[in-house]
């Protein structure tokens, strides 16, 4: 399996700057076959950047979509418009589940309408700090994991991407708030434990799992050497330039 080095950049840089800073960033990054780099822009960045794309390098992510192709939904931007424009797009990140209130209904509607369009949903699911406290991280993980994927058939569990970001790890400096690798690990063995349970060893084999959340160059190598663990979803350290670089040069070293 490939791994995954995926920058979210979040409501960042205007348009003018996204494609300055992709330029950058195409000079930048070396393509490797084994790992596939992507970036997350701003919806409004997302068609020019499509122009200057180097797909053999980075493929372009929406942030979100709605699962509705076409019709009267003011302000939404579907999944079948962008279709031609990215490969991937992030769906259900905690940013929208807990400031704009989407559901988990919501990511089921939105991941299906990805997969029927031909694009690879990156599924964001995590507990909350407050959940965490409670006891509910297993129950909150197989919640918004089962329902997120209650309308893909099993032979299409290979066409997308779960993404583990436990919310109270996501843009902290604080070493004593960031995820450790035996918290990450925990969580990824039950991520690969109820896909096991629910689909099957061999359908799951080719599901990749990532981690997301407060990820720089010191931790990286450590995130990527967790036992199933395939690859990084990058939100701070995807906006500067040599810190994404580097991080894609450490997954190549630790994949070796
Ligand atoms: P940070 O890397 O800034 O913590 O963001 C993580 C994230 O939310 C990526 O989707």
């Given at each position: 399996?490939?791994?995954?080095?995926?920058?979210?950049?979040?409501?960042?840089?205007?348009?003018?700057?996204?494609?300055?800073?992709?330029?950058?960033?195409?000079?930048?990054?070396?393509?490797?076959?084994?790992?596939?780099?992507?970036?997350?822009?701003?919806?409004?960045?997302?068609?020019?950047?499509?122009?200057?794309?180097?797909?053999?390098?980075?493929?372009?992510?929406?942030?979100?979509?709605?699962?509705?192709?076409?019709?009267?939904?003011?302000?939404?931007?579907?999944?079948?418009?962008?279709?031609?424009?990215?490969?991937?797009?992030?769906?259900?990140?905690?940013?929208?589940?807990?400031?704009?209130?989407?559901?988990?209904?919501?990511?089921?509607?939105?991941?299906?309408?990805?997969?029927?369009?031909?694009?690879?949903?990156?599924?964001?699911?995590?507990?909350?700090?407050?959940?965490?406290?409670?006891?509910?991280?297993?129950?909150?993980?197989?919640?918004?994991?089962?329902?997120?994927?209650?309308?893909?058939?099993?032979?299409?569990?290979?066409?997308?991407?779960?993404?583990?970001?436990?919310?109270?790890?996501?843009?902290?400096?604080?070493?004593?708030?960031?995820?450790?690798?035996?918290?990450?690990?925990?969580?990824?063995?039950?991520?690969?434990?109820?896909?096991?349970?629910?689909?099957?060893?061999?359908?799951?084999?080719?599901?990749?799992?990532?981690?997301?959340?407060?990820?720089k160059v010191?931790?990286?190598?450590?995130?990527?050497?967790?036992?199933?663990?395939?690859?990084?979803?990058?939100?701070?350290a995807s906006?500067i330039a040599p810190e994404f670089s580097d991080i894609?040069?450490?997954?190549?070293?630790?994949?070796?």
């Amino acid at each position: 399996m490939k791994t995954y080095i995926v920058g979210n950049w979040k409501m960042n840089f205007t348009v003018g700057e996204s494609s300055l800073y992709f330029h950058k960033l195409l000079q930048r990054v070396k393509s490797y076959r084994d790992i596939e780099v992507v970036v997350a822009p701003s919806l409004v960045a997302l068609q020019p950047l499509s122009l200057q794309v180097d797909r053999h390098k980075i493929k372009l992510a929406a942030q979100n979509a709605y699962f509705q192709d076409f019709g009267a939904y003011t302000g939404e931007v579907s999944v079948s418009q962008i279709r031609s424009l990215v490969d991937y797009c992030i769906i259900g990140h905690s940013e929208r589940r807990h400031i704009l209130g989407e559901t988990n209904k919501d990511v089921r509607k939105k991941v299906a309408a990805a997969v029927r369009n031909g694009i690879t949903p990156i599924i964001c699911i995590g507990e909350t700090a407050e959940e965490r406290k409670n006891g509910e991280t297993t129950d909150v993980i197989r919640d918004q994991l089962l329902s997120s994927l209650s309308e893909i058939a099993a032979e299409d569990l290979s066409k997308v991407i779960i993404a583990y970001e436990p919310v109270w790890a996501i843009s902290t400096t604080k070493s004593a708030k960031m995820a450790t690798p035996d918290d990450i690990k925990e969580v990824l063995d039950l991520i690969h434990k109820l896909l096991t349970k629910t689909y099957g060893e061999k359908t799951v084999a080719d599901t990749p799992v990532l981690y997301g959340g407060s990820v720089k160059v010191s931790n990286a190598e450590a995130y990527l050497s967790i036992p199933g663990c395939d690859g990084l979803l990058i939100g701070g350290a995807s906006l500067i330039a040599p810190e994404f670089s580097d991080i894609i040069e450490i997954a190549k070293q630790v994949r070796a």
